[in-house]
T-cell receptor
């Protein structure tokens, strides 16, 4: 299995509080991604990174920011959490961006915002 | 990326081969077929991918028809731990994004 660790695995917090999720990889892969998974919507890309300090938006980026100061770490921040951001968040990594290079996923963070 | 169509669910007996179909009739020439699975409360797990030729790895085999409009994932000897939702995805040149549909819920029974 790909060396991807997400933390925390579960979190419950209140509306309006900031939340940071961490993804740590040991594979030295250049590309990292944050997805959210919700019933009826499948996996949706939030943000991705193509190198240290190089990030870009995905399809559902509003309300989220990311940072990547080291190859191995990709942080997802909810500046002011809302109930609509209750979801399961997955981090993924890939060696390259070519369509024949698979993404590998972590085990997710289950986030509940009350 | 092309859309895919999979059956909603299927059952398989433990020890038997599981054959999971996927239709992708609008696939383009440069698009790969990927299979992932997701076991409850875990992240999606990469299984296999292919472009034109059949592929095999330690987990499964992927058979792609000559016209590439459909494919079949084969789990040669299903075990109870193979119970999961299986996703067939077509991926082209879009920037890293994977589009997961509803998938097939596979239940392996003793």
């Amino acid at each position: 299995d790909a060396g991807i660790t997400q933390s925390p695995r579960h979190k419950v917090t209140e509306t309006g509080t900031p939340v940071t999720l961490r993804c740590h990889q040991t594979e030295n892969h250049r590309y990292m991604y944050w997805y959210r998974q919700d019933p009826g919507h499948g996996l949706r890309l939030i943000h991705y990174s193509y190198g240290v300090k190089d990030t870009d938006k995905g399809e559902v980026s509003d309300g989220y920011s990311v940072s990547r100061s080291k190859t191995e770490d990709f942080l997802l921040t909810l500046e002011s959490a809302t109930s609509s951001q209750t979801s399961v968040y997955f981090c993924a990594i890939s060696e390259g961006r070519a369509s024949n290079q698979p993404q590998h996923f972590g085990d997710g963070t289950r986030l509940s915002i009350l | 990326d092309a859309k895919t169509t999979q059956p909603t669910s299927m059952d398989c007996a433990e020890g038997r081969a599981a054959n999971l179909p996927c239709n992708h009739s609008t696939i383009s020439g440069n698009e790969y077929v990927y299979w992932y699975r997701q076991i409850h409360s875990q992240g999606p797990q990469y299984i296999i991918h292919g472009l034109k030729n059949n592929e095999t790895n330690e987990m499964a085999s992927l058979i792609i028809t000559e016209d590439r409009k459909s494919s079949t994932l084969i789990l040669p000897h299903a075990t109870l731990r193979d119970t999961a939702v299986y996703y067939c995805i077509v991926r082209g040149d879009s920037w890293g994004k994977l589009q997961f549909g509803a998938g097939t819920q596979v239940v392996v029974t003793p």
